[in-house]
């Protein structure tokens, strides 16, 4: 009988683990791209990856020169998109962002990108690192939580299988199953120490540990109520829901029904296997008599022939989903990790055969090295499988960009370029038109720079139809707009005859871009509800000082910075790439109309944001700036041009 169970045991030992693993969200791309120079401070840099993704710890931005920080605020996601605001009116030079995102199954990364702002300079280089390190506790707690669910549901099956042939006694199997069930609590609620509460491979994992602790109370009252066996039986089997449902078979690319139904038989196969094996050696020697220990390791024997197939067949399967060529064996983290896992498995096998060898032929002193040697195999094929839940799939690395559209793709298009345009703010939306005769073109974006798709859109009582991502346009009578988005209205003044206004803009640059001194107040917001107002205070070329009501301020002489956090905080020094202050927030504007006697509009492209600006009827001078971006509502009021202002280093 021992050595029957000794040889089961080296055969499947391999097996003990299935190697299914989890998928990563793969960066696809980001705006400004790596190593990107661009002519205009970015408000923002959005990161666009291959799955859903959820903030992490660690997202910041900082200035190449001197490393000072220039994050403008928390890190956002939404859906595959991370956005990380930027300080307003960042100088030429160059900067490094890194960011930090959990995909939806429940795996962190980490990456750096540089961008310049402003030509001329050397390529950007990130000055930042950013690592995603495997620690030891994170691969002990995922091994003890796999290895849990799979003895649990084991247990069960096995229960089931020889409960006609040798029936087992209930205390054991309780026993049994409370400690298996132990096991998944704990290493389920270390994970969940590591894991971000929003993703779905937390929320499933909070449930699978849920679930054990209503398994673990019934097995510790079986004493109580013999019933209760049964529920904790239930309760070990819908584990083996846990790791498909938090797992790479969900995620975007996978075959929808086959992939968890590979799964399915993967774990299943595994939990016969390796629990059958467990109850072998823990469970059927107590149970009531020798014939019925060798009627349950007959009946064992012939499902685990029918265990291995499976398992094999379920894991070459779910391989294939895994790799797209077999040079990623080798030339991938996660294809090393596999062969290592079958040279484990390989070599277990020959070693099981020379241990049933030995003990047919009585030399069970001769076995016992070997016995231990298995086990020393078994338990780096346990960590071998642990990693590969933890290392990203070799599939669908190549082919990552075709996957997501890149972010420039997720943006609206640009309105036409004989359109009169405008925009508003509607809560977190910015919404704007863009009008030539006989139509109108409603562009709608998100807080993350993106196109609000799917929205109930009207436009001057008509129902929109689609033009792209955020894009509507309708066919519309002459008159002034009125544009309906799910229910809630915004009014447009502006005719699709109004006068060109291109020359009266550059003018206006020109005049701009010559000023001696500017002083003006900016009321900025992202949501209604968060708007701060700011007085600048520029002296050319290169002087600049503004102050937040109740926030931060800053001085800025030359390449000298000087910060302060708060009202009565200290100042910290810093250095600073000479700005250029006398430069207006736009550099190629299109679509500029005069639409009102002194007021014209005009879209930049390269925020994309939209200007409305109000002059002053005596002198021609803006005397109101408004711009309408993705979570950037902002109104400048100018107080005075050309003006002494005196700027000094803060005391």
Not at 387 to 393: E, N, Q, V
């Amino acid at each position: 009988m021992e050595r029957r169970i000794a040889v089961l045991a080296a055969a499947g030992a391999a097996l003990v683990l299935p190697g299914a693993a989890w998928a990563h969200a793969h960066l696809v791309g980001s705006v400004p791209a790596d190593r990107a120079v661009v002519s205009r401070a970015p408000h923002a840099v959005r990161f666009a990856f291959d799955d859903v993704v959820h903030v992490a710890g660690g997202n910041t931005a900082v200035a190449n020169a001197g490393g000072a920080a220039v994050t403008g605020g928390a890190a956002v996601a939404t859906g595959r998109i991370l956005t990380i605001p930027l300080r307003p009116g960042l100088a030429r030079g160059a900067y490094t962002v890194r960011w930090s995102v959990v995909s939806d199954d429940g795996h962190h990364e980490a990456g750096v990108i540089a961008f310049a702002i402003g030509r001329g300079g050397p390529a950007p280089v990130p000055i930042l690192t950013a690592r995603s390190p495997l620690r030891w506790n994170v691969i002990a707690l995922r091994a003890l939580w796999y290895a849990g669910i799979l003895a649990a549901a084991g247990a069960a099956a096995f229960v089931a299988l020889t409960r006609r042939v040798a029936p087992m006694r209930r205390q054991p199997v309780a026993h049994f199953l409370f400690f298996s069930f132990l096991a998944v609590l704990i290493g389920g609620d270390g994970i969940l120490q590591e894991a971000s509460g929003a993703t779905r491979f937390a929320t499933v994992v909070a449930a699978g540990t849920v679930l054990a602790v209503i398994g673990g109370v019934a097995a510790a009252l079986v004493r109580l109520d013999a019933r209760l066996l049964q529920v904790a039986e239930g309760a070990a089997l819908l584990l083996l829901l846990v790791p498909i449902l938090s797992g790479h078979a969900l995620d975007a690319g996978q075959p929808a029904v086959l992939a968890p139904l590979l799964d399915l038989a993967h774990i299943g196969a595994a939990a016969v296997w390796s629990g059958g094996l467990l109850c072998l050696l823990v469970l059927v020697p107590r149970a009531v008599d020798p014939a019925a220990r060798a009627a349950a390791l007959g009946r064992f024997s012939r499902v685990a022939l029918w265990s291995v197939l499976v398992l094999a067949a379920a894991g070459a399967g779910r391989a294939l989903t895994e790799l797209d060529a077999f040079s990623q064996l080798w030339s991938t983290s996660y294809g090393r990790v596999l062969v290592a896992k079958t040279a484990l498995f390989a070599a277990l096998l020959l070693l099981g055969g020379l241990t049933r060898v030995r003990l047919r032929h009585g030399a069970v002193s001769l076995a016992v090295p070997g016995l231990r040697a298995e086990l020393l195999l078994a338990g780096g094929t346990v960590v071998a499988v642990t990693l590969l839940t933890l290392i990203a799939p070799a599939a669908g690395r190549r082919d990552a960009t075709a996957a997501v559209p890149a972010p420039p793709a997720l943006t609206p298009p640009a309105p036409p370029p004989a359109a009169v345009v405008d925009a508003r703010e509607l809560g977190r939306l910015a919404v704007a038109v863009a009008r030539t005769p006989g139509t109108a073109t409603v562009t709608i974006l998100t807080g993350d720079g993106i196109g609000a798709s799917g929205l109930r859109v009207a436009i001057g009582g008509r129902k929109a139809s689609p033009c792209g991502a955020g894009c509507y346009g309708a066919p519309v009578g002459p008159g002034r707009l009125t544009v309906a988005v799910d229910g809630r209205h915004l009014r447009f003044d502006v005719l699709a005859t109004a006068p060109d206004a291109t020359r009266k803009l550059a003018r206006i640059t020109r005049w701009y871009r010559a000023r001696r001194s500017l002083v003006f107040d900016e009321t900025l917001a992202s949501t209604p509800s968060n708007a701060q107002t700011t007085r600048f205070e520029l002296v050319a070329p290169d002087g600049l000082r503004y102050t937040t009501r109740g926030g931060p301020a800053a001085v800025v002489i030359g390449r000298r910075r000087w910060d302060r956090a708060a009202p009565g905080a200290g100042w910290e020094t810093s250095e600073q790439s000479p700005l250029e202050v006398m430069q207006p927030y736009w550099r190629h504007p299109t679509n500029a109309h005069l639409v009102a006697r002194d007021t014209l509009t005009f879209f930049e492209p390269a925020i994309p944001a939209w200007f409305r600006v109000r002059l002053n009827p005596r002198t021609g001078l803006p005397v109101r700036t408004t711009m309408t971006a993705a979570a950037h509502f902002m109104v400048d009021r100018y107080r005075s041009y050309d003006t002494p202002v005196p700027l000094s280093p803060p005391p």
